[in-house]
């Protein structure tokens, strides 16, 4: 069955850095694009970036353009998100996302900016 899981997450400060990974099983994945979704406390789920099966083409929300930084490896099966000068207002919930006929989440991975 398909599965993913996130890691990666944890404490950091104000301009620090992290990356994120989400590991994928149970499908093809090079055939389909994958996605990084963020929650935090009280907000509604939001796309935070999204990459092509072949990694080409690559899109991101405004509110992390030029900060964040997503890419893939098709031989490891796994999706990235490196994320770079990080402010409190990035803290939430990161899950990855495939749609595959209907869409499948991982289970989340949490990521707080904080001095």
């Known amino acids: 069955q398909v599965q993913l899981v996130e890691s990666g997450g944890g404490l950091v400060q104000p301009g620090g850095s992290l990356r994120l990974s989400c590991a994928a099983s149970?499908?093809?994945?090079?055939?389909?694009?994958m996605n990084w979704y963020r929650q935090a406390p009280g907000k509604e789920r939001e796309v935070v970036a999204t990459i092509s099966s072949g990694g080409y083409r690559t899109n991101y929300a405004d509110s992390v353009k030029g900060r964040f930084i997503i890419s893939r490896d098709n031989v490891k099966n796994t999706v990235y998100l490196q994320m770079n000068s990080l402010k409190p207002e990035d803290t939430a919930v990161y899950y990855c996302k495939a749609r595959i006929q209907v869409d499948y989440w991982g289970q989340g991975t949490q990521v707080t900016v904080s001095s």
């Open positions: 149970g499908f093809t994945f090079s055939s389909y694009p």
